[in-house]
């Protein structure tokens, strides 16, 4: 399984980035699929969950600025994040979860969104 991230870049703070990802195979629907970021000398850090009933987990820390949506006739996940900030610097990971797997076991490369103030 292969996941392919992207979408990353450079903004402003207050602006809005989509990110997409990608992902290999016939399972894809079955997956729970999750956005996870990493700033430098931080912590990887969870940031959005969609399993595959749809039931989607923000964490507070982007309540209300992130969502997460997926399309499985694209095979694909998507963030949207609005209301930036350049504490949301970060590379930003898709992972996938089989159905009953504790943890995720497939990650995508990351792609490094840097928001500017």
């Known amino acids: 399984v292969q996941l392919q991230a992207s979408g990353g870049g450079l903004v402003q703070a207050g602006e809005s980035l989509r990110l997409s990802c990608t992902v290999s195979?016939?399972?894809?629907?079955?997956?729970?699929m999750a956005w996870f970021r990493q700033a430098p000398d931080k912590q990887r850090e969870l940031v959005a969950v969609?399993?595959?009933?749809?039931?989607?987990n923000i964490p507070s820390i982007v309540k209300g600025r992130f969502t997460i949506s997926r399309d499985n006739a694209k095979n694909s996940v998507y963030l949207q994040m609005s209301g930036l900030k350049p504490e949301d610097t970060a590379v930003y990971y898709c992972?996938?979860?089989?159905?009953?797997?504790?943890?995720?076991?497939?990650w995508g490369q990351g792609t490094l969104v840097t928001v500017s103030s």
């Open positions: 195979g016939r399972y894809f629907s079955t997956y729970t």
């Open positions: 992972a996938a979860a089989r159905i009953g797997q504790l943890q995720f076991e497939y």
């Open positions: 969609v399993d595959d009933a749809g039931s989607i």
